[in-house]
């Protein structure tokens, strides 16, 4: 069994920062990519930013130059750092981790639970 546990969300005013985790438990071997998603009421659930085993990461056009995602990887957790919030990246943020369980050969995508943003004066 495997779980992820997100933290950090909470309101932000326009401009201000903010940093979630996500910290994975259970029987795991191995996890490849790590992401975040955001879903705003009524859109679908789209990536926000992925971070590779190697480090290299991925971000949507919308987020450059404003978020950062980082991992530990001892301790199977996963961070977006926000700044420069806009009302426009509210959003429930979901975690995503590719994980190897011990007892398995294959990679599978586990989900956190979702945390909300509100960015808002």
């Known amino acids: 069994q495997v779980h992820l546990e997100e933290s950090g969300g909470g309101l932000v005013q326009p401009g201000g920062s903010l940093r979630l985790s996500c910290a994975a438990s259970?029987?795991?071997?191995?996890?490849?990519?790590m992401a975040w998603y955001r879903q705003a009421p009524g859109k679908q659930r789209d990536l926000v930013a992925a971070i590779r085993r190697g480090f290299s990461t991925d971000y949507a056009d919308s987020v450059k130059g404003r978020f950062t995602i980082s991992r530990d990887n001892a301790k199977n957790t996963v961070y977006l750092q926000m700044h420069s919030t806009k009302p426009e990246d509210t959003a429930v943020y979901y975690c995503n981790q590719q994980i190897m369980t011990k007892d398995s050969s294959d990679f599978i995508d586990y989900w956190g639970q979702g945390t909300q943003v509100t960015v808002s004066s």
């Open positions: 259970g029987n795991i071997f191995d996890i490849n990519i």
